[in-house]
């Protein structure tokens, strides 16, 4: 369907019945054709505490739970699953979302104690997909940084985030923000198959411009590098970064966990018949003859020939075009740990 990355929902792992057609064509997709869904969550807290050893952030913060960017490969899909929803396609038109974000942000810097450390938005889901222009709480919860003048970084698929344009370059003036443009493609008619709802390369190129032309730090991301389909767009992808200003670039390859295996092999049978096998067999490779691997560092590089070709690939495209590129070092130093109302009537 058209703006869908996963063909159908399917079995969530907690069910034990799962609906199929007994035919191909006997699936009635009336009922899926349907306006995306917003539901209200009220979590106790906002920011994950992240121990991964090979992610460069400590701390996440997600305010949107399910995407309606539909990307048929994200990690993200089997989270959905927690909530009794499905991976497929309940993860892009059943939005969870949190409303008291920022209330909760707030409340996590006013905790006795409390060391600031770069906060990353998206950790799971982006923060600047299509329900953040009518809800608005990434931009609330930029604000609460700015005001306590903590740091945070962002990473999207999204040309979006130039609509606060404004909270980020006030951010700049402290050296508190730094942003990642996740770029999987400039191949459009592939990017509209492979991820339907995110912005078209060609605008966030134009967003990570308009973002180095007020020094605020952006780097791309090639992510994920898909082979047989991406792969060899490496070198083009860096080359572009290059010229719209970005710092450098980062890069992971597929992995498919869970319940993204079905969805992306269902996904490809239908998409790209003449290949599927090729990509399937090609993904198998990097993981040690698996679809998904979970191995810290592993998971992100992968294993085998293939991934050393990609990843010496990487390497030449670094030493050509971001040869000292370093992640942001973002300011801990100028956090403002507010003072609570009782104490503030002593002040005056």
């Known amino acids: 369907m058209k703006g869908q990355g996963a063909v159908r929902n399917i079995k969530n792992k907690f069910e034990k019945n799962e609906i199929v057609p007994f035919w191909e064509n006997d699936f009635d997709f009336s009922e899926e054709k349907t306006k995306t869904e917003f539901t209200k969550v009220y979590a106790k807290t906002i920011v994950n505490q992240v121990k991964s050893i090979d992610l460069p952030f400590v701390q996440s913060l997600n305010p949107y739970q399910g995407c309606e960017h539909g990307c048929t490969y994200c990690y993200a899909r089997p989270t959905h699953e927690y909530w009794a929803l499905n991976a497929g396609l309940d993860f892009e038109r059943k939005i969870l979302y949190k409303p008291d974000a920022a209330i909760l942000l707030e409340k996590h810097f006013k905790k006795k104690n409390y060391v600031p450390n770069t906060i990353s938005l998206s950790g799971n889901t982006d923060c600047y997909q299509p329900a953040e222009r009518k809800f608005k709480l990434t931009r609330q919860i930029l604000e609460v940084c700015l005001r306590y003048k903590h740091p945070v970084s ?53 967003a990570m411009k308009v973002l180095s032309e007020h020094n605020i730090p952006v780097f791309g991301m090639i992510a994920p590098i898909i082979p047989s389909l991406n792969n060899h767009e490496v070198f083009n992808l860096a080359e572009q970064f290059k010229l719209h200003g970005a710092i450098g670039f980062s890069s992971t390859i597929v992995r498919l966990n869970d319940a993204v295996e079905p969805i992306f092999k269902e996904w490809i049978y239908k998409s790209f018949p003449d290949r599927a096998e090729k ?20 998971r992100m590089k992968g294993t085998g020939k293939i991934s050393e070709n990609i990843n010496q690939t990487l390497k030449l495209a670094r030493q050509k075009f971001f040869p000292d590129f370093e992640y942001p070092k973002l300011n801990m130093k100028a956090f403002i740990p507010l003072l609570k109302p009782q104490l503030e009537l002593f002040e005056e």
């Open 279 to 298: 990509v399937l067999n090609q993904i198998k490779e990097t993981h040690g003859g698996n679809l998904g691997s979970k191995t810290p560092i592993e």
């Open 154 to 206: 962002i990473i999207t698929k999204n040309a979006l985030l130039l609509r606060d344009l404004d909270l980020l370059i006030e951010l700049q003036k402290d050296n508190l923000i730094a942003v990642a443009l996740s770029i999987t493609t400039l191949n459009e008619d592939l990017r509209r198959t492979l991820e339907p709802r995110t912005s078209s390369a060609a605008n966030k190129l134009k």
